[in-house]
């Protein structure tokens, strides 16, 4: 056993814990950053659900599953004719792991770069703070105990499973056995139709499974800005996605290879389903078991989250928490910001986030990307306001790859012209909101987007079109 003396510990290596580190590090401080998660050689794999069985390696299938389904749909149309087309899944699969573990070998290198320590173990306090500061107890692949001045926990989430119907990761997924399902099911079942449901369920139904989404809420997409949500649910629809709103799920039943599901419809009615897997995604609970919580009295609130304050500060002096263990959207930019801004503190400095202008992305396609207040929520805050529209149809570089569906969205105040929310479903929408997210940082107007020369042909232009929209002034439709 050995004792060693850090300024910042940080627990998780996340996007919040590895940017919080490598922060840190930057300004000065000896850091060490803990993390238990392993890879399948017993290495570590650092970088948090999002790397390892989350944002990263969703997006790779995405990329691979909408490779597949152009080849066998679209390339004829651009005078490509693709013979003899078959799915090779284990390649596919292959590859994803392949850029989960550049990803996770690149948080390494940094944390060499930057000179923050790695341990490779489950961190948790063993007990109150001492003359050296808090006592870190790893225990895994490195066995010991640390102390830290300042502590940054950052330990994430978990995907939460429905009552009865525990992951097993075979029949009942998760977000992890979602992405390495080894054959592609004929029937796959979804509970939820959030971001990672839509997600999961777009990539196996492109692959040839048939898909059922059950929601639980009348609404599809309720924090999407209604417009574009309902432009969702149609083109999902007409993809072949079955989408079921308003479903009360009574039980879930496996089989010895097959999963049912017995819930009532929208209109009340018992309904019975059989699928080969099913996807469950019904949100995320707060990963803070195994802590030590209760060791120190760290505060915890009603629903499980680390209970901060404005600036991520915990109860306890010197200890703060970011990213999905907290308040606030669990998305990983978010735990980013946050990580930056606690590591600056921490150095006296003013580190900042601003909840209000953090994107969202749902990486189907079309891609769903929205930053800011939606039209229902300034209509039901009675804010005066102005709307303009710009579908992708009359785009012409969306013309041209072939990809029309959509639209951007402005919402500006009807006084001030300032931007209030941007709403964007279609082709690129991920790139193309940080043009918004940037206005909005800088309290533009929408005419300052109008004015601004755009390039031609390029689909951010329907982002000035819309614009101009606001005025009613398009000049392309």
């Known amino acids: 056993m050995s004792n060693k003396q850090f300024d910042v510990v ?23 950053c803990v993390d238990e998660w392993s890879n399948a050689k017993g290495g570590p794999a650092p970088g948090g659900t999002c790397t390892n069985v989350g944002c990263i390696p969703s997006k790779a299938l995405l990329q691979s599953s909408e490779h597949y389904e152009h080849a066998g749909h679209s390339f004829k149309e651009h005078g490509i004719d693709v013979s003899g087309l078959s799915l090779n899944l284990g390649q596919m699969v292959k590859r994803k792991d392949t850029v989960v573990k550049q990803n996770n070998d690149g948080i390494l290198f940094l944390f060499k770069k930057n000179k923050v320590t790695f341990f490779h173990g489950r961190a948790a306090f063993g007990g109150a703070a001492g003359a050296e500061g808090y006592p870190i107890a790893i225990a895994g692949k490195d066995n010991e105990t640390i102390n830290a001045k300042q502590v940054i926990i950052a330990t994430g989430s978990n995907a939460r499973a429905l009552p009865g119907a525990e992951f097993d990761e075979k029949l009942i997924l998760s977000n992890t056995g979602a992405l390495a399902i080894d054959a ?54 007409k993809q072949g996605l079955a989408i079921s709103l308003g479903c009360k799920i009574n039980s879930v039943t496996k089989g010895a290879d097959n999963v049912t599901v017995e819930y009532a419809d929208a209109k009340g009615e018992a309904v ?37 304050d404005g600036d991520c500060k915990t109860n306890l002096p010197n200890v703060w928490a970011v990213g999905d263990v907290v308040r606030g959207p669990m998305l990983a930019h978010k735990a980013e910001e946050e990580g930056v801004a606690v590591a600056e503190r921490i150095a006296g400095q003013h580190g900042h986030t601003n909840f209000d202008t953090i994107p969202w992305v749902i990486y189907t396609s079309p891609e769903i990307a929205w930053v800011g207040k939606t039209e229902q929520q300034l209509k039901a805050e009675g804010t005066p ?79 000035k079109e819309a614009a101009l929209a606001i005025d009613k002034r398009t000049l392309n439709f």
Request: hydrophobic residues 50%.
């Open 272 to 308: 019975t389903a059989v699928f080969d897997k099913l996807i469950v995604s019904i949100g995320r609970t707060p990963n803070t078991n195994g802590l030590g919580a209760d060791k120190v009295g760290l505060a915890l609130d009603e629903r499980g989250f680390i209970a901060v």
């Open 184 to 237: 592609v099911p004929a029937n796959l079942g979804v509970i939820g139709a959030g971001v990672i449901g839509l997600e999961m369920g777009s990539v196996w139904r492109r692959l040839g499974s048939k898909v059922t989404v059950l929601e639980g809420l009348p609404t599809f997409l309720g924090a999407v800005d209604e417009q574009i949500a309902k432009e969702a649910h149609k083109l999902f629809t």
């Open 10 to 32: 940080v627990i998780g290596a996340g996007p919040g814990g590895y940017i919080a580190a490598i922060r840190a590090a930057q300004l000065g401080f000896s850091v060490a």
């Open 385 to 463: 306001y102005k709307a303009g529209t710009f579908p992708f149809l009359a785009n012409g570089r969306a013309r041209a790859l072939g990809d029309t569906s959509g639209m951007v969205k402005f919402l500006a105040h009807a006084t001030t012209d300032e931007i209030l929310g941007v709403h964007i479903i279609g082709p690129m929408a991920s790139e193309l909101i940080s043009e918004a997210v940037v206005a909005m940082e800088f309290k533009a107007s929408a005419e300052d987007i109008a004015r601004i020369c755009h390039a031609h042909p390029s689909l951010s232009e329907a982002t």
